[in-house]
């Protein structure tokens, strides 16, 4: 053969691959098949937009986190949101969907599923599951929930929810980015599908893009891969093993970050300037008692109201930390803080806040240090 050929023709497999602690990475859209008859044989991976190597793992590492045969990867965590609500609604279908819900999530049902000839009615997050399901009529599919709430934190009684929606025929599909799939089972307590976006806790440092949705049902999993493939979504094989190689010390940082928020919302609750901290595993919570019940565990994400304050105060806080990042996403390694007031104009139940809310996602720094980088803030706060 001429050189250009050997040269395209050489180097395609290794001889022989080493053992390595995760498993290699392949990057390829084309597939090689044994033979004709296996071009369009289904039952083959025939295309490289999932299913290599690194993928393959974290979709089976992920199936044991959340106690599923079925597990769908998508780019990004709001992907992986938008993803499964595509996959099971259709034109004329009733979606209600838990007024705390990520703001994305719900510009995603605004601006998209309207076009699209399905409903959207947002509910209070403190309605009970008869409560809830009574708002529910003969065209309603899907019951979005997430617990505990974006922003502000509220718990909702999953079980009894899941169950309710169950007795009727309704899907639920629940937010469960908070929880990572290790501290809350949404599927052990009958949720249709789980979704939570990777690109938090699992990835854990704040570097890559990814979502995942997982059912017990064969159907709606079906219903899940089919839409995945008609509109095309995939995850880098990089992306992948950087996912794969943050869920094995999940585990391990998830108590640090549960230790060090704790410690800190302990801190704020002792301020002067704060009038109520909003974190489900302390025991003045509201949503205390459902949170020991259903979850393992907390992670480093919560609210703080602070007392009546200027906008003015309000950034002078922010702007004066030097360990917090200012910044949205969270779960990774570092802590940050945002202010929320912006956020929550689009909300329709009442609030009720004392004043201006933050959101904090302490990290895995030592907790003494992240006190006096506040201390600085309320210090800036008082003197704005």
């Known amino acids: 053969m001429d050189e250009k050929t050997r040269l395209i023709r050489s180097g395609l497999q290794a001889q022989s691959l080493a053992r390595t602690v ?11 098949l044994p033979n004709a008859a296996s071009l369009y044989d289904d039952s083959q991976l025939t295309y490289g937009i999932t299913g290599l190597s690194s993928p393959a793992a974290l979709q089976a590492a992920l199936a044991e986190l959340e106690g599923s045969p079925d597990v769908t990867l998508y780019p990004s965590g709001l992907a992986a949101i938008t993803g499964a609500m595509m996959a099971v609604l259709k034109a004329g279908d009733d979606v209600l969907v838990v007024d705390s819900a990520y703001k994305p999530t719900r510009r995603f049902c605004d601006r998209f599923l309207t076009r699209f000839g399905v409903t959207t009615r947002y509910y209070d997050p403190a309605l009970d599951a008869d409560a809830l399901i009574a708002l529910a009529g003969p065209k309603t599919r899907l019951i979005l929930l997430e617990a505990p709430g974006s922003l502000t934190f509220e718990m ?35 949720v249709t599908i789980s979704v939570q976006a990777l690109t938090k806790y699992v ?6 893009f990814m979502g995942s949705a997982t059912t017990m049902d064969p159907v709606i999993g079906d219903e899940l891969g089919n839409a995945m493939w008609d509109v095309g979504w995939s995850v880098s094989p990089d992306d992948a093993y950087a996912m794969l190689r943050g869920l094995r010390t999940l585990a391990t ?10 410690a800190v919302a302990r801190w704020l609750q002792q301020r002067p300037e704060v009038a109520r901290v909003l974190h489900p595993a302390l025991p003045e919570d509201p949503g205390h008692a ?7 565990g907390a992670c480093g994400l919560f ?25 949205f996403s969270w779960g990774g390694f570092e802590s ?11 909300r329709s139940t009442p609030l009720n806040l004392e004043g201006p809310l933050l ?23 008082k003197a704005a």
Do not use: Y
Not at 290 to 296: E, L, M, Y
């Open 22 to 32: 995760n498993p290699p990475i392949q990057r390829g859209s084309t597939v090689l």
């Open 156 to 190: 909702q009684d999953v079980p009894a929810i899941a169950a309710a929606a169950n007795a009727r025929g309704i899907l639920t599909l629940i937010d469960n980015t908070w929880g990572a799939g290790l501290l809350f089972k949404p599927l052990a307590h009958g």
């Open 203 to 208: 990835g854990g440092h704040s570097d890559c």
């Open 253 to 262: 940082r998830m108590p640090r970050h549960e230790q060090n928020g704790l």
């Open 290 to 296: 459902i949170w020991k019940r259903d979850f393992s």
């Open 303 to 327: 609210g703080v109201v602070l007392k009546p304050a200027s906008q003015k105060s309000v950034h002078a806080f922010l702007d004066a930390l030097t360990l917090f990042g200012l910044g």
């Open 336 to 346: 940050l803080a945002i202010h929320c007031d912006p956020q929550l104009k689009s």
């Open 359 to 381: 959101r904090l996602h302490i990290g895995l720094e030592d907790p003494a240090d992240l006190i006096a980088d506040l201390e600085r803030g309320f210090a800036a706060l």
